[in-house]
């Protein structure tokens, strides 16, 4: 069982990351936790400590399961996999931080509200929030049809955190794993090693019961990917270094891509 906590806001990006949550729940043996944080800046300096502080916290927590309940509602009675969600008072990322790592989740996920460009992706990279994170991230931007999976393969140690993710996330699913890795690598140890490195993992998640295809990469495809070229695809995934750098090629990638992306930090 693949357990998934889910960020949500009251705005249209948590409402496309809760159907996102459910399109997943259908294809995988899955439990989707949605967690909403309600926060109120302004109570700390207006209530202090104490009684008040208590009976603040309880009033904004029962308005939060309010709020929230309404957005939630209309994807319970098509998605048997969500629960109810938890409401909680505080510090957004520091609270989600806490019941993802008490809580043992396998797989995060949230809507994204943020613009999708490069600089942007490099300094969420490096929030310590999903620094700390020890679960793959899914960002939804988009929804798609979940025909199949693009898992860019753009070294042999990214490939082979890739493959621990999907071999503990995605098995037992018809939808197609497909491993697609670029042709100009080199001679080095890293270019001749990676489609090796592929057809390995190609193995491993095959013998984990996931469907998998494997694919070297058009160099105008790899270069600069469109919406055309992507279109079969409802999922692309990647992995960065936690120290990556703002001219890595995967965040580059990611700055074009216009669906859902599962990060993988190594």
């Known amino acids: 069982m693949i357990r998934t906590l889910v960020s949500i806001e009251v705005d249209l990006a948590s409402s496309l990351a ?6 997943l729940g259908g294809l995988l043996d899955m439990e989707i936790h ?3 944080v309600k926060e109120s800046p302004s109570h700390d300096s207006a209530w202090g400590v104490g009684w008040a502080s208590r009976t603040w916290e309880r009033e904004m927590i029962e308005q939060g399961k309010e709020e929230i309940s309404k957005m939630i509602a209309p994807e319970v009675d098509f998605c048997p996999t969500l629960f109810d969600p938890r409401v909680v008072y505080g510090d957004r990322h ?43 991230l899914i960002l939804v931007q988009s929804l798609r049809k979940m025909k199949r999976v693009l898992v860019l393969c753009l070294d042999i140690s990214g490939t082979a955190a890739l493959t621990r993710t999907f071999a503990k996330i995605w098995k037992g699913s018809s939808v197609p794993l497909v491993l697609a890795y670029p042709g100009d690598r080199g001679s080095g140890p890293e270019g ?5 490195k592929v057809l390995e993992s190609v193995q491993a998640l ?10 070297q990469l058009d160099p105008e495809v790899f270069s600069k990917p469109t919406e ?16 990556v750098r703002k001219d890595n090629v995967g965040l580059e990638w990611l700055s074009l891509v216009k669906t859902a992306s599962l990060i993988t930090f190594y």
Request: hydrophobic share 40%; charged share 25%.
């Open 192 to 196: 001749s090693g990676l489609k090796e």
């Open 34 to 36: 949605p967690i909403y």
């Open 94 to 136: 520091s609270e989600v931080l806490k019941v993802a790592q008490e809580s043992g989740f396998d797989l995060y996920l949230e809507g994204v509200d943020f613009q999708w460009t490069l600089p942007d992706l490099h300094k969420l990279a490096h929030i310590k929030f999903y620094q700390r994170l020890t679960c793959p």
């Open 18 to 23: 809760i159907r996102f949550a459910c399109q």
């Open 228 to 243: 055309d070229n992507l279109k079969d695809y409802g999922l692309v995934a990647i992995a960065l270094e936690r120290a």
């Open 206 to 215: 095959e013998k984990a019961g996931c469907v998998v295809e494997h694919k």
